[in-house]
């Protein structure tokens, strides 16, 4: 592994992401904030700070680039009520029933040297249980240390991986190390 293969793991096992990002075009943040007001272009308006006529010119496409001032309520706005929501919802959804996906590139080991179960870097995707999910969110929301939140996602990826859900190999201890990118989906 280089120098900048270890840089880019490090930057990408700092970003855990659970949601998908909010809108970024003027259009889609105004279309978005604009069904958070109940389809009101007045009251858009008025939270946003400018004319109805704005809000309109916006939404129908007329205006694309808005001033610096819009761009930041326009922002402001859309990540005050995208995020909670969103990360709401997900966060219920994966904790009761539907779990995680979780992809990566790590090094997994856990075996000698020599065997078919040996450590070497693996690309997995799996489907963590509605448990493992509430744990990693729960670490998450505790403000959890990067450190822990790995320790959470590999014994995740250890138990439906490696040790099919308990049974199989249930006392296997798996090594979860040099993860160069990971992906969290709900």
């Not at 819009?70 to 219920?92: C, I, Y």
Request: positive net charge; aromatic residues 6%.
């Amino acid at each position: 592994m280089t120098a900048d293969d270890v840089q880019r793991a490090a930057r990408t096992r700092s970003k855990i992401l659970f949601t998908r990002a909010a809108p970024k075009s003027a259009r889609a943040q105004m279309k978005f904030l604009r069904t958070r007001e109940k389809g009101s272009t007045k009251t858009l308006a008025e939270r946003l700070g400018v004319s109805r006529k704005t809000v309109q010119r916006y939404l129908s496409g007329a205006s694309t680039k808005p001033n610096k001032q819009l761009q930041e309520a326009l922002v402001q706005e859309t990540e005050s009520e995208w995020q909670p929501q969103v990360r709401a919802r997900a966060r219920q959804r994966a904790a009761s029933s539907g779990g995680l996906i979780i992809s990566c590139r790590a090094y997994f080991g856990f075996g000698p040297e020599g065997t078919s179960d040996a450590g070497r870097v693996r690309d997995i995707m799996v489907a963590v249980t509605p448990s493992h999910a509430a744990a990693i969110i729960a670490a998450q929301e505790d403000g959890a240390t990067e450190s822990d939140l790995h320790d959470a996602v590999a014994e995740a990826i250890a138990d439906a991986y490696f040790r099919q859900g308990g049974c199989g190999r249930a006392g296997l201890e798996v090594k979860f190390a040099d993860v160069e990118w990971l992906n969290i989906a709900f």
